[in-house]
């Protein structure tokens, strides 16, 4: 699998290549800016970009932004996105086209080879993966207006896990309940948040952005 990696600081970037290198991956490009970050994405066509949202020479978030235009150009290239900082806006922009193949990591998740890797792998393979401490930030944030407000604790639950790109099965494992149980659930919030009968990955896209935009 070919990434394309984006980091500024030295330190941080060479140990994700050579985590990323340890796991199987083949690290095509590793940049430090957002220049550099466009040539890349246009010269090598990644399986995978793994971007830091602040990158010079802005330092604002110049990598989102370079890596939104890289998934224009290219619909629905995988992109897993690194931050300092909990963004509800970098989270509802990266699910804005509900195409998938979306990650939201802090930086602090990456010491955890595990969980990082398996970001990268389930991003990579269309799958949409937001940090757990993103989702609970969010979920505290706002006055919870609108449907999102009609989903039972237990659907919000559901919901919130659905947010980390988990599958059904993973979260009959976690919540300790069954397959059908959860089922049953993510239907009820499917029905709660107004999205009739589609694809299903496109549905759960598409509820995980109508709970960020809470």
Do not use: C, W
Request: charged residues 25%; glycine residues 8%.
């Amino acid at each position: 699998m070919r990434v394309v990696l984006a980091e500024d600081l030295f330190i941080l970037r060479d140990g994700l290549v050579r985590t990323l290198i340890e796991h199987g991956f083949e690290v095509v490009a590793a940049v430090d800016n957002g220049p550099s970050l466009r040539k890349a994405l246009i010269d090598h066509r990644p399986d995978i970009a793994v971007v830091d949202v602040r990158l010079p020479p802005s330092y604002t978030d110049e990598g989102l932004q370079v890596a939104l235009e890289a998934r224009r150009r290219t619909p629905g290239l995988p992109v897993l996105v690194l931050s300092q900082y909990v963004e509800q806006l970098y989270a509802r922009e990266l699910l804005a086209d509900e195409a998938g193949a979306v990650g939201y990591l802090l930086k602090d998740r990456v010491s955890n080879i595990g969980q990082f890797v398996d970001a990268v792998t389930r991003v990579a393979a269309g799958g949409t993966v937001m940090d757990p401490y993103v989702i609970s930030k969010l979920l505290t944030r706002g006055d919870a207006r609108g449907r999102t407000a009609e989903l039972s604790p237990r659907e919000r639950e559901v919901l919130e896990l659905m947010a980390e790109g988990r599958s059904n099965a993973a979260i009959s494992q976690r919540l300790g309940v069954t397959m059908s149980a959860v089922t049953k659930h993510t239907g009820a919030i499917f029905d709660k948040l107004g999205l009739p009968p589609s694809d299903d990955d496109n549905r759960r896209v598409l509820a995980v952005l109508a709970y960020l935009n809470r």
